[in-house]
């Protein structure tokens, strides 16, 4: 079975350029087949906050209203994706941009509104807005890009984190969620390697400490590493979907720093 | 050979929810392969506007600087693209939405500064920013996404009027120049009608009179309407494109109405 690395890059990587033409070089360079995901979560709300529109934040997660769909739909559909597209094909790489809208590749149905505890201990139903909840990927589709088997170039997916219901409307979907479900459709055709990077060096057993990066983590050690209050916040969802990416059959997930792509160091998620 | 329509959508047609709506229900059911190429030029202004940004224009061209280089990306390649995509896989058509970087479809490079006769006469240099004049259009590559050679699904490009210069840059294309760039980049592989829908009912002979379309322009009739007047502003351009996609091979192009974009009635251009 072919193997192939799905790269997820979010948190302040794409939005600043040095960090971002550091990822692009490294992603240009890395040999085989290969997908990029990538956020932009920074970039929305500064031109949310520039539009004039409020960036509502409710544990952690943005509430994505009207106004807040329309940004993120212009920043992580054309701004951010079509730059990174258009710096991969300067390098020579055969990027598109994609969204789940494109090609139907992930579609998802707007979130219900779920019951949040909040940080005081008090619990409250919270509408997420125009936020989808993945319900299928097209995994071939996908495959027949990368990997396709008439004479056709093959081509380097690169993954914005919006998805679309099927009704016409389009939907914010979290990157991490959304790299964890291009790799998971990618099983059936590939061995596949998820490497969530970002600026830090993995999971980290003392945030203040570079050098405390956690080796590996495993389902039980998690469930410590949660009760010690040592994995939290945004961290929490992130390794969840590595765990859930893991029980489908992708191969090998880190969370690593953006400078290793090639995930020779960082976190390494076991079941 | 297959014949292939390729649809340009502009003007008031992809800002107005209603006509985009009527726009895409027709899309949708027209049989064949068919490629869609939408403007959004009103809507980047808004946006421009929103942010506090100045659109300057200068004989009815947009001059693109920085800021408005990331509005354009946005709003092309974010927002209106994936609108149209979304809208359209909810009618079960199987939409991708490109610009020129995504497959290296269309590569441009960035216009010289050029001189440019004013209304009142008077010549002055103009430099348009980062307008990208095109050099090559891809057409086997989009050729094999409209009709694959192997058992993958066919796909209906749809495509935002942004293209790349190879060197990582997105630079900004005219619309009506992106629909021709695609129609004549077909012609190798299809017979191609090239088709330029907008809000009239096509070349008027009375701006005022919508009964006043006029049935066909050929190259000496269009050398005198010009010399009239009765043809001006951004006609001039779009016809250019007409006449010069004709040149290249394009078999039928037609400026009409939104609402009749299998081009029964309208204006015919003929060499």
Redesign the interface.
């Known amino acids: 079975m072919d193997k192939i690395n799905v790269i997820k890059v979010g948190g302040a990587v794409v939005e600043d350029s040095t960090s971002l033409n550091e990822l692009i070089n490294q992603f240009a360079t890395m040999p085989g087949y290969k997908v990029l995901v990538h956020g932009g979560g920074r970039s929305a709300t500064k031109?949310a906050a520039?539009?004039?529109f409020e960036s509502q934040m409710i544990g952690g997660r943005r509430i994505t209203d009207e106004n807040m769909l329309?940004v993120v739909?212009?920043?992580?559909?054309?701004?951010v994706?079509?730059?990174i597209?258009?710096?991969l094909?300067?390098k020579g790489v055969?990027?598109?941009?994609?969204?789940g809208?494109?090609?139907?590749i992930i579609r998802s149905h707007k979130r219900e509104p779920k019951m949040v505890t909040m940080d005081d201990g008090t619990k409250h139903l919270v509408d997420f807005g125009f936020v989808g909840d993945v319900d299928y990927a097209n995994g071939n589709?996908l495959a027949?890009l990368i990997k396709?088997?008439?004479?056709?170039?093959a081509?380097i997916p690169v993954v914005a984190p919006?998805t679309?219901d099927?009704?016409?409307?389009?939907l914010n979907t979290n990157a991490d969620t959304m790299a964890a479900t291009v790799a998971k459709a990618l099983t059936e055709e590939f061995e596949v390697t998820l490497t969530y990077c970002f600026e830090k060096s993995g999971v980290m057993a003392d945030a203040d400490d570079d050098d405390s990066v956690i080796p590996s983590i495993n389902t039980q050690s998690y469930a410590q590493l949660k009760e010690d209050g040592i994995v939290s916040g945004g961290m929490i969802p992130k390794l969840d979907n590595a765990f859930e990416s893991l029980d489908a059959g992708v191969k090998r997930v880190v969370i690593t720093h953006f400078m290793d792509i090639l995930a020779t160091q960082g976190t390494v998620i076991e079941k």
Chains 1, 2 share one sequence.
């Open positions: 031109i520039q539009l004039g329309q739909t212009m920043v992580y559909g054309g701004l994706n079509k730059r597209v258009a710096a094909q300067a055969n990027a598109v941009g994609l969204t809208a494109d090609m139907d589709r027949a396709p088997t008439n004479e056709n170039e081509i919006l679309h099927g009704k016409g409307n389009i």
